[in-house]
């Protein structure tokens, strides 16, 4: 469990190349799923777009959340857009570096899983195969215009005796399947150009704002994760000395058998605690943490 937790806590440090790590797992778990997908559309005309739609889209909003929720920075820029600015002011500048960092990792698996699903055409083609005009294909020229739904409804279903052996069934999939890949061809080649562009563009811009931004939005997730070292040392510290008090009669004894690192740090938690008594102190120094975070200067 416990090496669990700390494989856990790595992948949600806030390196780059951790985070790079995930979007890469999550883009590959996105393409995996798809593949092993069970896809069959119900080739019912009131119930085809909304099932070809949904598995185009659904999924891709599952894992835009799951690329938020693995990525710590997103809590980290939460706490930091909402809180007071009391003696340190917010620089809005470093939110949106790093609301900018987070939306682009996220969005990695997402947009892999619908180019994937646009590139085999499955989708679309069910989706829209009962949208399409019959004038435009042969084979439903003299049909009426309530067998033509039925039968536009059945084009994802090849193994239906209807669609088995009608030649405009592959008419209208390969019409479909054409459109469908030269949009996810389009969107990849959209998505490539827009990365040339930020990354050759970006030296053309001021680097020093976007290095402040960067350095600041490192700081700021350091200083929160140590503060959570801090609180939950010192909350030991503070658990083991009331505790203690509790026991006074067996306090000897307690000491005696206590951890050797409960042992080396009595000093140190002397030194952190620094007359600190009761539940009140504690709650009052956290609350002036959030409502009056000390300013950048250490001087």
Not at 262 to 285: H, S
Request: aromatic share 10%; glycine share 6%; hydrophobic share 40%.
């Amino acid at each position: 469990m416990d090496r669990f937790r700390m494989i856990f806590q790595y992948f949600q440090s806030s390196s780059e190349s951790a985070m790079n790590g995930i979007c890469g797992l999550l883009a590959l778990a996105s393409v995996k799923m798809y593949t092993s997908l069970d896809f069959s559309c119900p080739c019912l005309p009131q119930y085809n777009m909304a099932y070809g739609l949904g598995i185009m889209f659904v999924p891709p909003i599952i894992l835009f959340l799951c690329g938020l929720i693995l990525n710590r920075q997103s809590l980290v820029m939460l706490e930091e857009w909402r809180r007071p600015p009391g003696r340190r002011k917010k620089d809005l500048a470093v939110i949106r570096y790093m609301c900018s960092s987070i939306l682009q990792r996220a969005m990695v698996a997402p947009v892999v899983w619908i180019v994937v699903t646009l590139l085999d055409g499955q989708c679309l083609i069910c989706a829209f195969s009962g949208s399409m005009d019959p004038q435009k294909f042969v084979g439903f020229a003299n049909v009426s215009t309530e067998q033509v739904q039925q039968l536009l409804a059945k084009v994802p279903c090849k193994d239906d005796e209807l669609m088995r052996n009608n030649t405009s069934r592959k008419a209208v999939s390969r019409y479909l399947r054409c459109w469908s890949q030269a949009l996810g061809w389009s969107i990849l080649l959209i998505l490539i150009i827009a990365a040339f562009l930020a990354r050759w563009l970006r030296p053309c811009f001021n680097q020093a704002t976007l290095l402040q931004a960067r350095h600041w939005s490192n700081y700021i997730d350091i200083e929160q994760k140590i503060f959570e070292e801090t609180c939950c040392e010192h909350s030991r510290l503070f658990a083991h000395k009331c505790i203690l008090h509790f026991f006074e009669s067996m306090q000897q004894e307690i000491k005696l058998h206590s951890l050797p690192r409960e042992g080396e740090g009595a000093e140190g938690g002397e030194d952190l605690l620094q007359g600190i008594t009761d539940q009140d102190q504690v709650n009052k120094l956290l609350r002036t943490w959030y409502y009056e975070k000390p300013p950048l200067d250490v001087s």
